[in-house]
T-cell receptor
Framework: DAKTTQPPSMDCAEGRAANLPCNHSTISGNEYVYWYRQIHSQGPQYIIHGLKNNETNEMASLIITEDRKSSTLILPHATLRDTAVYYCIVKHRGSQGNLIFGKGTKLSVKP | DTAVSQTPKYLVTQMGNDKSIKCEQNLGHDTMYWYKQDSKKFLKIMFS???????INETVPNRFSPKSPDKAHLNLHINSLELGDSAVYFC?????????????FGQGTRLTVV
């Protein structure tokens, strides 16, 4: 599975959009981009995933560049409860389901 | 209803002891996993089980053994505990192997070996 690169930390003001970037320049054509987050002391939580089209659900939006070498997770209106470590993971959808977690981005939402 | 539940939530034990952590999922998923998160917060896959068959073993010491009595349970047995085993252990489950990586995680078991 391709490697991802994320900034170690980011801050965001409460109520504003949080844009979390992820680089995955070695992604192959059949690899998906997944996002999970881990709120302090809790288990990781699935957020969203996509292949090449932009995706949106009740939690977030995922914007994938046309060349698929990078993506951005957008939390449209961040709240204090969105403070967490966010993980960008690239994997084959057809491969075994284990997830390879990197270091992620520590997002701090501030009042 | 809790989707993936682990017990106990906290476990403190002495070196050399044998302990077990239980995991149950009520989602009807086919695959279950164990992950370890160490003190540096790195999350690493340990095992996964699909229909009672071990399909991944990421070079985990053989002191660790997963046991799956049925599709809804994957317990983790640890023999001869060492200080380095102290970590948070997360159980997870997902639908058909490879069909989706949307995994659901339990709340974790914090194991402290003294």
């Amino acid at each position: 599975d391709a490697k991802t690169t994320q900034p170690p930390s980011m801050d965001c003001a409460e109520g504003r959009a949080a844009n979390l970037p992820c680089n995955h320049s070695t992604i192959s054509g059949n690899e998906y981009v997944y996002w999970y987050r881990q709120i302090h002391s809790q288990g990781p939580q699935y957020i969203i995933h996509g292949l090449k089209n932009n995706e949106t659900n009740e939690m977030a939006s995922l914007i994938i560049t046309e060349d698929r070498k990078s993506s951005t997770l957008i939390l449209p209106h961040a709240t204090l409860r969105d403070t967490a470590v966010y993980y960008c993971i690239v994997k084959h959808r057809g491969s075994q389901g284990n997830l390879i977690f990197g270091k992620g981005t520590k997002l701090s939402v501030k009042p | 209803d809790t989707a993936v539940s682990q017990t106990p939530k906290y476990l403190v034990t002495q070196m050399g002891n044998d302990k077990s952590i239980k995991c149950e999922q009520n989602l009807g998923h086919d695959t279950m996993y164990w992950y370890k998160q160490d003190s540096k917060k790195f999350l690493k896959i340990m095992f996964s089980y699909n229909n009672k068959e071990l399909i991944i073993n990421e070079t985990v010491p053989n002191r660790f053994s997963p046991k799956s009595p049925d599709k809804a349970h994957l317990n983790l047995h640890i023999n001869s505990l060492e200080l380095g085993d102290s970590a948070v252990y997360f159980c997870a489950s997902s639908p058909l192997q490879g069909a989706s990586a949307e995994a659901f995680f339990g709340q974790g078991t914090r194991l402290t070996v003294v």
